[in-house]
């Protein structure tokens, strides 16, 4: 039987073994492969030229080619070069080997994490629902055992605060008495841009009106804030801050209210010299929604919670944490009720226990804008990227009506008598109609000047828009 070196494949003229590993190898290549790496090629472990163990072969001298008998010093040469490519094809030859070994290594790695997570991920949604269907109390029980969740408390006097406030409101809703001063169908029709200023605060993304129609309040991406003034059509009031850039603002009465990307929520005094900042989140603040009592006013983070705000204490009262990203809110008109849009459903909480009161589910894309009606039964309901606009009935607790606005809509806002709705995108700006006699709808404006916020001015007559360039636009007769 022939023994064949380990490296070069070739029957050896001279064999030596190695005595770790006891294979065979040619003499002259084990030891110019044990010069330089000092290691086995079989095995890797440790060798040195002392434990090779020559053996004997037959003596048979094999006959030279007769083609290479007359130049020796060329088959020299030739026999260096086959050495030497022996050499490299036995390395490559180990190095395929580990790679193919790492690489397989790291396909079961990646096999058991994708498991490992796939499970994790079973195991939060089993726990999210099982969280889901505790019912929140000191006698909630779950399988026959008692547990006991804490739940947010809103402090007493922020509680007797919104009860007052929607015994005041909703008292008298259902005949309140539209005054005849307020636009009609004819007068909205008849809008057309009446002024627009210079671009006061880039990257602006809302807007909002004081109680007198004239004040406008919006913020930029640089952090600045400012009231803009409609009747002498220039900024009256610099609101100039480091909390990061604006995201959303609303007037609390004579108090401006900012809300921008480093969490702070802050209320400036009447003259815009002088502000209490508030920080309950930990990242941005995405939404803000003001009590109709006007001293109370709730922001929505992107941390997950939604926070109420004492305005006179200048402090936050209470932070209630979700599941769900929070990208929207707003107050119900009676202020008992607020909702905020998640990218999948809308929550309404009752204010004062904080609890879950109703999901309206589902949404396809996530919440981009809410506005309750003054009628206090409608919710509307715009979706990102969306061209719809959903009219939610809470008292049956199911859509309505669907609005094909045509293109993207970006913000909602209804007029204080609960039949107009402003809707701002892409595109421009329109106003559908309720008409309550003939229980339909109606589209008596669309305008092509684009906006990403709206507000209604005084009594309807008036609408003031602005874009992402801050640019501030007044429509009307």
């Given at each position: 039987?022939?023994?064949?070196?380990?490296?070069?494949?070739?029957?050896?003229?001279?064999?030596?073994?190695?005595?770790?590993?006891?294979?065979?190898?040619?003499?002259?290549?084990?030891?110019?492969?044990?010069?330089?790496?000092?290691?086995?090629?079989?095995?890797?472990?440790?060798?040195?030229?002392?434990?090779?163990?020559?053996?004997?072969?037959?003596?048979?001298?094999?006959?030279?080619?007769?083609?290479?008998?007359?130049?020796?010093?060329?088959?020299?040469?030739?026999?260096?070069?086959?050495?030497?490519?022996?050499?490299?094809?036995?390395t490559l030859r180990?190095?395929?080997?580990?790679?193919?070994?790492?690489?397989?290594?790291?396909?079961?790695?990646?096999?058991?994490?994708?498991?490992?997570?796939?499970?994790?991920?079973?195991?939060?949604?089993?726990?999210?629902?099982?969280?889901?269907?505790?019912?929140?109390?000191?006698?909630?029980?779950?399988?026959?055992?008692?547990?006991?969740?804490?739940?947010?408390?809103?402090?007493?006097y922020i509680q007797?605060?919104?009860?007052?406030?929607?015994?005041?409101?909703?008292?008298?809703?259902?005949?309140?008495?539209?005054?005849?001063?307020?636009?009609?169908?004819?007068?909205?029709?008849?809008?057309?841009?009446?002024?627009?200023?210079?671009?006061?605060?880039?990257?602006?993304?809302?807007?909002?009106?004081?109680?007198?129609?004239?004040?406008?309040?919006?913020?930029?991406?640089?952090?600045?804030?400012?009231?803009?003034?409609?009747?002498?059509?220039?900024?009256?009031?610099?609101?100039?801050?480091?909390?990061?850039?604006?995201?959303?603002?609303?007037?609390?009465?004579?108090?401006?209210?900012?809300?921008?990307?480093?969490?702070?929520?802050?209320?400036?005094?009447?003259?815009?010299?002088?502000?209490?900042?508030?920080?309950?989140?930990?990242?941005?603040?995405?939404?803000?929604?003001?009590?109709?009592?006007?001293?109370?006013?709730?922001?929505?983070?992107?941390?997950?919670?939604?926070?109420?705000?004492?305005?006179?204490?200048?402090?936050?009262?209470?932070?209630?944490?979700?599941?769900?990203?929070?990208?929207?809110?707003?107050?119900?008109?009676?202020?008992?009720?607020?909702?905020?849009?998640?990218?999948?459903?809308?929550?309404?909480?009752?204010?004062?226990?904080?609890?879950?009161?109703?999901?309206?589910?589902?949404?396809?894309?996530?919440?981009?804008?809410?506005?309750?009606?003054?009628?206090?039964?409608?919710?509307?309901?715009?979706?990102?990227?969306?061209?719809?606009?959903?009219?939610?009935?809470?008292?049956?607790?199911?859509?309505?009506?669907?609005?094909?606005?045509?293109?993207?809509?970006?913000?909602?806002?209804?007029?204080?008598?609960?039949?107009?709705?402003?809707?701002?995108?892409?595109?421009?700006?329109?106003?559908?109609?309720?008409?309550?006699?003939?229980?339909?709808w109606s589209e008596?404006?669309?305008?092509?000047?684009?906006?990403?916020?709206?507000?209604?001015?005084?009594?309807?007559?008036?609408?003031?828009?602005?874009?992402?360039?801050?640019?501030?636009?007044?429509?009307?007769?």
């Amino acid at each position: 039987m022939s023994m064949l070196c380990a490296i070069s494949g070739e029957a050896p003229t001279n064999p030596v073994a190695s005595s770790k590993s006891g294979t065979v190898f040619e003499k002259r290549l084990i030891e110019a492969y044990i010069a330089e790496h000092g290691k086995d090629p079989v095995t890797g472990e440790e060798l040195s030229t002392a434990d090779l163990i020559e053996l004997k072969s037959s003596t048979t001298v094999r006959p030279r080619p007769p083609t290479l008998t007359s130049i020796p010093a060329l088959l020299a040469t030739f026999q260096n070069e086959w050495d030497a490519l022996a050499l490299e094809t036995h390395t490559l030859r180990q190095q395929v080997t580990q790679l193919r070994q790492e690489l397989s290594t790291a396909l079961y790695q990646h096999d058991a994490a994708t498991r490992v997570i796939a499970r994790l991920l079973k195991e939060r949604d089993e726990a999210r629902d099982a969280l889901s269907h505790v019912t929140v109390g000191a006698g909630a029980t779950t399988g026959g055992e008692q547990m006991e969740v804490d739940t947010p408390q809103v402090p007493e006097y922020i509680q007797s605060k919104i009860d007052a406030t929607k015994a005041e409101l909703s008292a008298d809703r259902k005949n309140r008495p539209v005054s005849a001063e307020w636009a009609t169908s004819e007068t909205i029709s008849s809008f057309s841009v009446t002024s627009t200023s210079d671009a006061l605060y880039p990257g602006a993304k809302s807007i909002s009106l004081d109680a007198s129609g004239d004040l406008a309040l919006l913020g930029g991406s640089d952090g600045n804030a400012g009231v803009y003034s409609i009747s002498q059509q220039q900024v009256v009031s610099e609101l100039n801050s480091s909390d990061g850039a604006i995201n959303d603002v609303a007037w609390a009465g004579s108090n401006a209210v900012t809300g921008s990307s480093s969490g702070v929520v802050r209320v400036w005094n009447q003259s815009g010299s002088d502000s209490t900042a508030m920080t309950a989140h930990a990242g941005a603040v995405v939404a803000l929604a003001v009590h109709p009592s006007k001293s109370v006013v709730a922001s929505a983070g992107a941390d997950k919670s939604w926070a109420l705000y004492d305005i006179e204490a200048g402090k936050s009262v209470v932070q209630v944490y979700d599941q769900s990203k929070l990208t929207a809110a707003a107050f119900h008109p009676d202020g008992h009720l607020f909702a905020v849009g998640t990218p999948s459903e809308v929550k309404v909480f009752d204010v004062r226990s904080t609890s879950l009161g109703a999901s309206l589910e589902p949404v396809s894309s996530g919440v981009k804008s809410l506005c309750f009606s003054e009628n206090g039964f409608w919710l509307a309901v715009a979706q990102q990227e969306q061209s719809t606009v959903e009219i939610w009935d809470l008292r049956k607790m199911r859509v309505t009506k669907s609005l094909d606005i045509g293109s993207r809509v970006d913000h909602l806002a209804w007029d204080y008598s609960g039949q107009f709705l402003a809707v701002a995108g892409k595109t421009g700006v329109s106003v559908q109609q309720y008409t309550k006699a003939d229980k339909k709808w109606s589209e008596p404006f669309r305008g092509s000047a684009q906006a990403v916020a709206t507000a209604w001015g005084a009594k309807a007559r008036s609408l003031v828009t602005v874009d992402a360039e801050g640019r501030v636009s007044v429509l009307g007769v």
